[in-house]
């Protein structure tokens, strides 16, 4: 599979911030949850010595929050995108390969889906079934996995008719059997292909829900609620609510990126 | 025509009736005692149980199922929690503020995102389609309620050109020409935020339709007979490409609508999503319900027109 520039730069960038929310534990200079001594230390602009990215209103040093942010926001997004992807695989492969009715409702529930605002639907998730990060990804990724059941499905129908399938079948493979052996793999590139591609849909969905107060709770930094904390003064301390801000911008930029190359590489 | 309108919004109620059953499941599988939520902390059990019986959770599942199904479809959502107003004033009275923010923004997302995508296509991979290109990406990937908070404080705060939030200031005045420009000056910047923040979805999906449009051979025709490059562009290529655009957009309605619960919140905007987030924080859940489920119905009538408009406007099409 071919990648070109811009799928490099997407996944060098959406590689830099795994490792840095992985390793943020060790490479964050100060605890994110625990304000710094110092009264004087709060609100500090980008560039105070001891602090690159500034600090927040109760002195919370910001590149480790950001540090720890990239641990949850992206943990979070990407088990969410995993979650869709596997449901995505399920729906268009049993639809695909079964055909007739049972295809037409699955298309139409698919549909459904995507025809509701995802954001009002995790709202109510957060509102009837509860506030943790394991609710958070199992909505997210309950509202994300309309893409790759309909492309999946698209490929398993072409998938059918290839030669080296009806081979199989031929040979006297069972339909369980060709299915799993030899036509999804060859349909996973497209799962893999829409996966990217809702990543950055799930980590604006996370950050939306932290921003409002029903996602990731505090003392926890997730960076959707580290602009609401910094959102009221973003006149007087810009750097709060705006480095957050970058970095999702970034995070989703980069996965756009690398989801555009990787369909675009797609063997056809 | 509007025969036929009518008959293919009837589609979006079986989808809204999907929604509410899909709601209901939700409540069900919260933790807590709804009823609770009503009743004083020191009531007795008989209490409590009393209000169960009043509220009907002491039916059985498949009875309350029913029940909310067919309230569903006459529009009786109940009463709300907090204030017993009836939960469907409630929306009667969001909706149009709702309705007013999403068309005023579409209007300016259309405005942008076409101009974006007709400068990006005058000259493919030009430094200027690079350029817009890339700020499209941009926006697509920013956090809109980020965007909301610049605005308010340098357009708003800053420079003073907009308030800050609501409707209408508290000095206005009730002749009815100032006031109306008074509540225009209100809605102005959450209808730029949220204008602006989808104009990139307008200008990537217009772009892409635009520059597939001027390959088509009887864009190829007009300037073979002597249409000049702008003429082949404004007159034949973009009014061709208008319909992809917009059923392209039609699937991006539920982003709008999720977009507008945002800008409502953060802008003080009386419509369905301020009513939705305070809903929420008030543990008001009849009101959280019903919004969910007017929200999505919204957004299933948007997409739905945005198809009908979208046939209205492909020229392979015969007048209807």
């Known amino acids: ?268 | 025509m509007i025969a036929r309108i009518h008959l293919r919004l009837l589609a979006a109620i079986p989808i809204a009736l999907a929604v509410s059953a899909l709601v209901f499941f939700l409540v069900e599988a919260s933790p807590g005692d709804p009823s609770l939520l009503l009743l004083d902390p020191n009531a007795s059990p008989h209490a409590n149980d009393a209000q169960r019986a009043i509220l009907g959770l002491d039916r059985p599942v498949a009875e309350r199922f029913g029940i909310w199904m067919r309230n569903t479809l006459t529009l009786d959502f109940g009463r709300s929690f907090v204030d017993q107003v009836p939960v469907r004033d409630k929306i009667a009275a969001a909706l149009p503020s709702t309705l007013l923010l999403s068309s005023v923004s579409l209007a300016i997302a259309f405005g942008l995102g076409l101009a974006a995508a007709l400068a990006s296509a005058s000259r493919p991979r030009s430094a200027l389609d690079h350029v817009l290109s890339a700020i499209a990406l941009v926006l697509q990937s920013t956090p809109i309620f980020w965007l909301a908070w610049m605005a308010i404080a340098w357009l708003a705060v800053g420079w003073g050109w907009f308030p800050t939030g609501g409707t209408v200031s508290l000095t206005s005045t009730l002749e009815p020409g100032l006031h109306l420009l008074d509540r225009l000056h209100h809605l102005a910047l959450p209808a730029l935020v949220l204008g602006v923040a989808f104009a990139g979805e307008v200008s990537r999906f217009a772009r892409g339709a635009l520059v597939d449009t001027l390959e088509e051979d009887f864009v190829r025709a007009s300037r073979a007979r002597g249409a000049s490059r702008r003429r082949a562009l404004l007159r034949h290529a973009f009014p061709a490409s208008l319909h992809s655009t917009i059923s392209l957009l039609g699937l991006s309605i539920p982003y709008l609508v999720g977009g507008a619960v945002l800008v409502e919140e953060i802008f003080d905007w009386p419509g369905m999503g301020r009513l939705l987030v305070g809903a929420m924080v008030a543990k008001d859940y009849p009101v959280v319900a019903a919004g969910v489920v007017a929200l999505a119905t919204l957004a299933v009538v948007g997409n739905l027109l945005a198809d009908l408009l979208a046939a209205r406007l492909d020229p392979r099409v015969g007048v209807p």
């Open chain 1, 1 to 268: 599979m071919k990648i070109d520039a811009r799928g490099i730069v997407g996944f060098s960038i959406l590689g830099a911030f795994v490792a840095a929310g992985a390793l943020a534990p060790w490479i964050a200079p100060y605890d994110p949850t625990v304000p710094h001594d110092r009264v004087a230390d709060a609100l500090r602009p980008p560039g105070s010595p001891g602090f690159l990215f500034g600090t927040d209103l109760y002195a919370r040093d910001l590149l480790s929050r950001l540090l720890h942010g990239a641990r949850i926001s992206l943990a979070v997004a990407t088990a969410s995108v995993a979650l869709s992807a596997t449901i995505g695989v399920a729906v268009g492969a049993a639809a695909g390969e079964a055909g007739g009715a049972l295809d037409a409702v699955a298309m139409r529930i698919t549909d459904v889906f995507l025809s509701i605002p995802r954001l009002v639907l995790l709202l109510a998730a957060s509102a009837f079934v509860g506030r943790s990060p394991a609710v958070l990804v199992a909505f997210l990724g309950a509202t994300g996995w309309m893409g790759a059941a309909r492309l999946v499905r698209s490929e398993v129908r072409v998938l059918r008719e290839r030669e080296f399938v009806l081979a199989a079948r031929g040979l006297g493979l069972s339909r369980a059997q060709v299915l799993l052996r030899h036509v999804l793999p060859n349909a996973l590139p497209a799962a893999v292909v829409s996966a990217t591609l809702g990543l950055g849909g799930a980590l604006l969905s996370e950050a939306t829900l932290s921003f409002l107060g029903f996602g990731v709770a505090e003392p926890l930094a997730s960076w959707g609620a580290m602009i609401a904390d910094g959102a009221k003064m973003i006149g007087t301390a810009w750097w709060v609510a705006t480095l957050p801000a970058i970095a999702i911008a970034l995070c989703v930029t980069a996965a756009n990126l690398a989801g555009d190359a990787l369909r675009e590489g797609l063997p056809r």
